[in-house]
């Protein structure tokens, strides 16, 4: 089979070299002297074509960028750059098999190996196994590929390509050519379990699957799979407590929960008998609090006091103060409580009591704000607090916090806040922002981002009665055992410095990792503003944003060297395959048959994209882009819809570039600045041009 598609190409290869050197030939030796202005005039005209489609491009007028990069091409069929464009545009449109003709004129006309592996990747794309196998053997040489990124992917390919055709020491071989170019990489964990499940060896298949998971813990989706797996490998119990992951995070419910309850009735010993569903009663007076020692902050002076919701919708609490404490209503001392002793707040016939070892002491009626006060600079201990709920990384824990607590209760439960002083709040979210082994510099520029991030956004909660929440939606707030002396450092050494545009604090938002570019904000949220139009994070200084569709693809598929990728991680670039179950669960679309992106910001972040289904079809924008495929961690990204032989949708391969949502400070990209020899102010200069930083009053 193999040597049939052979010939195929080989004969493609022929005919179509013969064609374009004819039109080579045509166009650069006529028969006639050519006037010199009228080839630098369609030259002009050649650019600004160019500018035009690439404008249109990004702008989500394909069908305009598609006419023009044609019209380029009937003009110039020569130049491979417009065919690359025009593959890149079939490419976002979900077009793969326009991309598959485009790619093949392009890969015979510049016969180089990296246009041979798109055009294997896009025969995978639309089932042609075969044909990708014999063009990556016989058409993509190592030594003309260059880079690393571009070799994995060659290997990882014909690994995964092997595996489907269950071809097994074919996949072995090719596996550690993979391996060679990125061993760690969970691409390659989950290649080792597919292998592993084809040779039977289930229980291998499922421990390389989790230490995929383990590289990329957002991928929770493969709970189910590893549950199945554990299945096959007879080791039930363990694929009861893979359903359970599977089922509280979300995936496959309906399965997980039939799953459950199956192996509960197998197995009596899971179903907990009815007289031991309360577990046993843990007496709270009991509890033992794990203080930290708080570093002593020196106050330039006193800081702003900001409230932080905790917790929300709670009927008791359970806390120890590091010192004496009072609890006030209306300016009314209610209770005097003792240093390093459990109490415990709760609601009765809606009021709000407080327990202690010796008995309880009535408060007042639940609706209404309560001060729980300690002397200043003391803290608070809070035994077991949900944190991250809705996120991958949910848990429940106890904390310790500096400042007041306060309890807003609305008649059958409370909130419990934070109320803090601005430095010591700080203290506890830089390190929670960003690694506080990360150079100085970096860190100095990440306590002013933070300061003037939290003072623009005061109030964002104010329906709520606080001013922040403690998660990700505000700002990541642990408490005291976040704080580090590197991070204090950089907070009290910038303590009050707050960047301004004109009089007015700025809306400094940050995210980890740009991917080597931030975006305008008013592409990716609605707002203009004027210090937020887009940052270049690039080393080498040809790159001009936006690039062209082609160099918009090249750039996210590989890690071209930029500030951002030093200190990046596997959050600079990263891959990721999600199949059709998991698409169809998380869009609750039916027979999943194509995916369009339908628009993108002027640093590729897709702000719209279609999904379709047999007899529906949904629009994705913004955050929603990103949960729809299982919580990536960006949406600048780059689509590799994989179908089978007969047309089937399977699943789509994923290239992203950065995490988070690509505005404003790049936390690893100013890492990597400071590591050049970059100071704070100029880092902050660099992500808010036309800022200023200076002391900020409490009147602003």
Same mark, same amino acid.
């Given at each position: ?10 004969? #493609?290869? =022929?005919? *179509? ?5 004819? !039109?080579?030939? @045509?166009?650069? %030796?006529?028969?006639?002297? $050519? &006037? ?70 392009? #890969?015979? =006309?510049? *016969? ?5 592996? !798109?055009?294997? @990747?896009?025969? %995978?794309?639309?089932?042609? $196994? &075969? ?93 189910? &799979? ?475």
């Amino acid at each position: 089979m193999n040597k049939i598609f052979g010939v195929i190409i080989i004969s #493609a290869l =022929l005919f *179509g070299l013969f064609f374009v050197l004819g !039109d080579f030939c @045509v166009y650069n %030796y006529p028969g006639t002297d $050519l &006037d010199a202005g009228i080839i630098i005039a369609n030259d002009n005209l050649s650019k600004i074509a160019l500018s035009s489609a690439k404008r249109k491009f990004y702008n989500g007028e394909y069908s305009a960028a598609e006419d023009i990069y044609i019209d380029l091409i009937t003009k110039k069929p020569y130049e491979v750059k417009y065919r690359r464009d025009l593959s890149a545009v079939y490419a976002d449109l979900g077009e793969v098999k326009k991309e598959n003709m485009s790619l093949l004129k392009t #890969a015979i =006309l510049s *016969g180089e190996s990296r246009d041979f592996l !798109d055009l294997a @990747v896009n025969y %995978y794309q639309i089932g042609k $196994l &075969d044909t990708a196998i014999f063009l990556l053997e016989n058409k993509v040489a190592d030594k003309k590929l260059g880079l690393e990124e571009f070799l994995f992917k060659k290997y990882f390919l014909l690994t995964a390509l092997n595996i489907e055709k269950e071809n097994i020491d074919k996949a072995e071989n090719y596996l550690i050519k993979a391996e060679e170019y990125s061993f760690s990489d969970s691409r390659v964990f989950i290649l080792k379990s597919a292998l592993d499940e084809l040779k039977n060896n289930y229980y291998a298949a499922y421990q390389n699957l989790y230490q995929a998971y383990e590289n990329d813990k957002s991928k929770t989706f493969l709970f189910k &799979d590893m549950a199945l797996l554990l299945e096959k490998a007879d080791e039930e119990i363990k694929a009861y407590n893979h359903w359970q992951k599977a089922f509280a995070y979300g995936w496959f419910k309906g399965l997980a929960l039939e799953k459950i309850n199956y192996y509960k009735d197998k197995y009596p010993s899971l179903r907990i008998e009815r007289e031991k569903e309360t577990p046993e009663k843990i007496n709270p007076f009991n509890l033992k609090a794990d203080w930290t020692e708080l570093s002593k902050i020196s106050f330039e002076e006193k800081s702003k006091k900001i409230k932080v919701g905790l917790q929300e919708n709670n009927k008791n609490l359970v806390f120890q103060s590091k010192s004496d404490f009072k609890i006030i209503k209306n300016s009314t001392v209610l209770f005097n409580g003792e240093k390093m002793e459990n109490y415990i707040l709760n609601i009765d016939t809606g009021n709000l009591y407080i327990e202690y070892k010796t008995g309880r002491t009535k408060l007042g009626e639940v609706e209404g704000n309560y001060e729980i006060s300690n002397e200043e600079y003391s803290s608070f201990y809070i035994f077991n607090l949900n944190y991250g709920e809705g996120y991958f990384w949910q848990g429940r824990e106890s904390r310790q916090y500096r400042g007041d607590l306060l309890i807003k209760g609305d008649g059958s439960q409370f909130t419990i806040i934070n109320n803090i002083d601005l430095t010591s709040y700080l203290i506890s979210v830089v390190p929670s922002e960003i690694y506080a082994s990360w150079p100085d510099e970096a860190l100095k520029a990440q306590a002013i981002a933070a300061r003037s991030y939290t003072l623009s956004n005061l109030g964002r909660h104010k329906d709520d009665g606080y001013d922040l929440c403690s998660t990700v939606h505000c700002a990541t707030y642990n408490g005291v055992k976040s704080e580090h002396p590197n991070t204090t450092e950089a907070v009290l050494f910038t303590q009050g410095e707050t960047a301004y545009y004109k009089d007015n604090i700025i809306e400094a938002v940050f995210s980890s990792n740009s991917g080597g570019f931030t975006e305008r904000s008013d592409e990716i949220w609605q707002s203009d503003l004027p210090y937020l139009r887009g940052a270049n994070q690039m080393i080498d200084e040809s790159y001009s944003f936006p690039l062209s569709p082609y160099e918009l693809k090249k750039w996210i598929v590989t890690e071209p060297e930029s500030y951002s990728k030093k200190y990046g991680g596997n959050r600079y670039r990263w891959q990721l395959n999600i199949s059709k179950e998991v698409l169809e669960y998380s869009s609750k679309l039916q027979n999943i048959n194509k995916i369009s992106i339908t628009d993108r910001a002027s640093g590729g972040t897709v702000t719209k994209l279609k999904i379709i289904g047999d007899s529906e079809e949904k629009i994705y924008s913004g955050y929603q882009i990103r949960r729809v495929f299982a919580g990536i961690r960006n949406s600048r990204i780059i689509l590799e819809p994989i179908y089978s032989n007969s047309g089937e949708f399977l699943s789509v391969n994923i290239y992203g570039a950065g995490w988070g949502h690509n505005l404003g400070f790049d936390q690893s990209a100013a890492a990597g600045m400071a590591a050049e020899g970059w100071s704070y102010r100029e880092i902050i200069n660099h992500f808010y041009p036309e800022t200023e930083i200076r002391k900020f009053s409490k009147s602003d």
